[in-house]
């Protein structure tokens, strides 16, 4: 497109908004620097990890279980069944020889532009942090020692999870291991799990070719690995949007009315802010809470304080992580807890959460199990606690708002991204199933 065509097509936006330009601004294009460089050995041992149930400790779950290209890099539900669950997506419930104990507590998480040098957080309530004195958890630093980075560090969690991927006490020793408190070392649940991919070959091959100044393959290896994959494989800045701000392509009008309602009137970009829709802050927004909760070791059924598990700051209770927007439309059901199925629906709910909270219709679909999900709504003190930290004021959205939103928010799929780069793997090398998910 010619600059002068560009420059026309900026005015006639500008014309059709009620704010002036000084109002509004618009984040830069994204460019290659805003991400770390991958090394394509590295990311060929990654995808088959990622892929490869040889790190769960029942061998029957791997990464992509949970995070499934055709629900956004999510797994489609509100709150997902890892180990005890069979089945993709939707469609995953209970495994009735094997029950699980509790559903996992938060909403599984898109995997898009993780490679991006500003996302310095991970997780809902941020609990993995990239810092000036280096990476930080609440596992202490001799956890992060290896990890190339926060993306890297962040493998650490689902494995060792008993909810997720490790499995119960009972089950295997990678369970075992982690209930007994041996992680590292060389009895503890990650030398157990790099010891695994150890004894297959073609593991070890990739592992010269990738790591060759290595003297183990260990499981930073792993991890390293897996994040330069999830890095490459779901980078994504070649949306509608991401056309229009490198002047290379058009909108609909009906997105540029959602678009003056988000970085405009509505202000979304407030929190919403720069390249990839986030300001990677934590916010109280009311979301109805369900299932489990955040719970400790020692509780059953717990609200989810969110980043105040992690600050110990009053001002943080329930207070979660400003998602990334981008591929939003395909990442649902919204919320840290899933609790809405429908984008519009959400989009009303977060506008008005106050009323939203106290009028949520319980609507989301939950595989059963044999727990109450709705603990935390049942109590009007929990309820009304949440409601009394929320800022802001409720904004009742018209459907013309709403409809224009969804416009908007509709420039910011990239049906490329979504492919994946390269795709998913038929066969991993250690023989087990791969979720295909198709």
Known sequence: MAWFDWIMIRCAFLCLVA????????PSPVTDDAYRSTDPAKVAMGRLLFWDPILSGNRNISC???HQPRFGTGDGLALGLGEGGVGLGPDRTVDPTNPPEDRIPRNAPGLWNLG???FTVLFHDGRIEETAAGLRTPMGPEMVEGFDTLLSAQTMFPVLSADEMAGHFSENEIAQAVRQGFITGPDGAWEKLSARVRAIPEYVTLWQEGFPNDETLDFTDISDAIAQFVEHEWRSDTAPFDAWLRGDGDL???ALEGMELFYGSLDCASCH???FQTDHDFHVTGQPQLGPGKAAAFESHARDDGRFRVTGVEADRYAFRTPSLRNVTD???WGHAGAYANLRDFLRAHAAPRAALRDYPRAVALPKLMVNDWTILDDVDQVQDIAARITGP??????????ALMAFLETLRDPKALQGRSGTPRVVPSGLPVDHGD
């Open 19 to 26: 704010l002036p330009a000084a109002a509004m601004e618009f």
């Open 116 to 118: 991006a040098h500003e």
């Open 273 to 275: 802010s720069g390249a």
């Open 331 to 333: 990442t649902g059901p």
């Open 394 to 403: 409720d904004r009742i959205l018209t459907e013309a708002e709403v409809t």
């Open 64 to 66: 992509g279980t949970c």
């Open 252 to 254: 609909p009008v009906r």
